[in-house]
């Protein structure tokens, strides 16, 4: 019997951190709301109490009154819930994802060593060392005078993740540079939980078991970062999912179309925090969608082709063959021949031509277009072989297109 043990921890981790993600999202979400929707208390003894705040909302069949203190209460309840596991449970399966899709399979998912030819160990040190500077700067920014206006902080870590994108797609694979920025904005709102917003919630928590007046700052700053974390939750998604998209991910400018769509994920996380205070402005959400069909057709422009022209044009089955043998093969077949692999990657197989021409636009779009396939290039690709396969599967699709106008039906295969 052979087991992939690796497939299925993956599978675990990532359903895991999937089931956790939905758990601290879901409630950061709902806690901004809660925020932002609160009304001053009717009741006049409440206002004494110190309730700062108040709203009801009816769910599942039953009437919620939910209050907010502006401080705290006079005395601690016996039963108090606190919002943290989900975050540690979050970074924590994240980071074994990281290690191991990421690190132990560096030579085909992080290196890419036309860009640079690191070691793997040199790969894995670099990446964690650039996501604990990345929560350094971060957490530095927040507590310089910068941190004190939220547009301003905003701009900068903005144009500074803008810039570690660049960065690390200059360095790594495009996915395990993707992935790293990513790594970088989840740490960041990871460690807020841990570093800021809990113990802040002790330390008002231990004033009011010791008798003393909380400070009020204490809960200023958690909302702050707890704000922050709402703002990042967005773009950080956009980085875990992009590796599914070749158009973004493989792009030339896959740094800069990061950076935009994370713009357009800002745009509308602040339409709907708007809203939430009862401010409905529509000029977020259409700026929004505007930009995202912007940058939609600004990736989909490739401009003249530079492959080969007429050369490419009479590409040949056998070659193409020969191509997907040497270079693909060795992992997307029945019986692969890469360590590491004891099933084809997503059960696709290149065994036969007809299989190769079933898969044929995924082969564009990964290996020709976007340049992703094989990971890392381990096989040693090269630009005319990309550029043959593509010729290849162009005019193969030209074929089908006027078979089929001449038949009415799909093309028979021999």
């Avoid at 040693?380 to 009415?408: F, K």
Wanted: net charge positive; aromatic share 12%.
């Amino acid at each position: 019997m052979d087991i992939d043990i690796t497939a299925w921890l993956g599978l675990a981790l990532r359903w895991f951190h999937l089931i956790a993600g939905i758990a601290w999202i879901g409630s950061s979400f709902y806690f901004i709301w809660l925020d932002n929707a609160l009304k001053p208390p009717a009741d006049a003894s409440d206002r004494a109490a110190g309730v700062g705040g108040e709203v009801w909302a009816v769910h599942g069949g039953g009437f919620y009154h939910k209050q907010k203190y502006s401080v705290a209460p006079s005395h601690m309840p016996a039963d108090l819930h606190w919002f943290k596991w989900e975050a540690y449970f979050t970074w924590l399966s994240g980071i074994a994802l990281l290690v191991l899709i990421y690190y132990a399979g560096a030579e085909s998912y992080l290196i890419d060593r036309s860009r640079l030819d690191l070691a793997a160990w040199q790969a894995i040190a670099l990446g964690l060392a650039v996501i604990i500077a990345g929560w350094l700067v971060y957490d530095g920014l927040c507590r310089s005078p910068i941190g004190r206006d939220n547009r301003l902080f905003a701009g900068v870590w903005f144009v500074l993740l803008t810039a570690a994108a660049w960065g690390l797609t200059q360095v790594f694979g495009d996915r395990g540079a993707f992935i790293h920025v990513g790594a970088i904005i989840g740490t960041a709102m990871a460690a807020n939980v841990f570093r800021v917003i809990i113990p802040n919630q002790r330390r008002v928590v231990a004033d009011l078991l010791a008798g003393r007046v909380p400070d009020a700052r204490l809960g200023q700053l958690a909302k702050q970062r707890s704000l922050h974390n709402n703002y990042m939750t967005l773009p950080v998604l956009l980085t875990m999912i992009a590796s599914h998209y070749p158009q973004l991910v493989g792009h030339a400018w896959n740094w800069l179309l990061l950076a935009a769509l994370a713009a357009v994920a800002w745009l509308v996380r602040h339409f709907f925090n708007l809203r939430h205070r009862g401010r409905i402005d529509y000029r977020f959400p259409v700026a929004g969608a505007i930009g995202f069909i912007a940058i939609a057709l600004f990736a989909s422009y490739r401009g003249p082709s530079a492959s080969g022209g007429q050369a490419l044009a009479s590409a040949d089955t056998v070659e193409v063959r020969r191509i997907v043998r040497e270079r693909c093969q060795s992992c997307h077949s029945d019986t692969p021949s890469q360590p590491g692999f004891v099933s084809p990657p997503l059960g696709v197989m290149y065994d036969k031509l007809d299989e190769i021409i079933a898969q044929a636009p995924r082969i564009k779009a990964q290996a020709v277009d976007a340049r992703l396939m094989p990971p890392g290039n381990l096989t040693g690709m090269t630009e005319h072989e990309r550029g043959v396969l593509g010729a290849w599967i162009d005019g193969q699709s030209q074929a089908d297109a006027r078979t089929r106008g001449s038949t009415g039906g799909p093309v028979p295969r021999g």
